[in-house]
Structure formats: C-alpha cells, structure tokens
C-alpha cells in the first residue's frame, strides 16, 4: 500500500517477489515454509490482477536451493 502511489509516478512501475521453487513441488518438514511460499504466489497473481489497469507490473522468481552448512 505504501509503494503503490510511487510505483504510479515511476516509468517502469515493478513488484517482484522473491518465493522458491518449494511453493511448487513442496519438501517434506518443510510445510510451514512451503504453505508461506505457496501463499506468495496466490498473492502475486491477485495484485497483479488489482493493478494491472495502472501499468503496474507483478512477478515472482522462484530460485532453486542453494547449498549451505545449514
């Protein structure tokens, strides 16, 4: 709500969110994360749809795992 009336003066007016490619397929004991994931992507497509008519562009990029000591 707050970016919105900026993202209306700007050129090139852009949402991306950052999800994961678990909001597709999923990992066992990660159901918490997967579910919070899995909501972005609901969330994105409706807020595209909201602001669409102003120019206003929504994605999300879902990146694969990446390797750690975690």
């Known amino acids: 709500q707050k970016a919105l009336p900026l993202l209306r003066r700007s050129d090139s007016p852009t949402i991306i969110n950052i999800g994961s490619v678990v909001a597709h397929s999923g990992y066992a004991f990660q159901a918490a994360y997967t579910a919070s994931k899995h909501a ?31």
């Not at 972005?40 to 390797?67: D, N, Q, W």
């Open 40 to 70: 972005l992507i609901g969330f994105t497509k409706a807020l595209a749809k909201e602001v669409c008519h102003e120019g206003i562009r929504v994605h999300m990029i879902s990146p694969g795992s990446v390797y750690t000591d975690m």
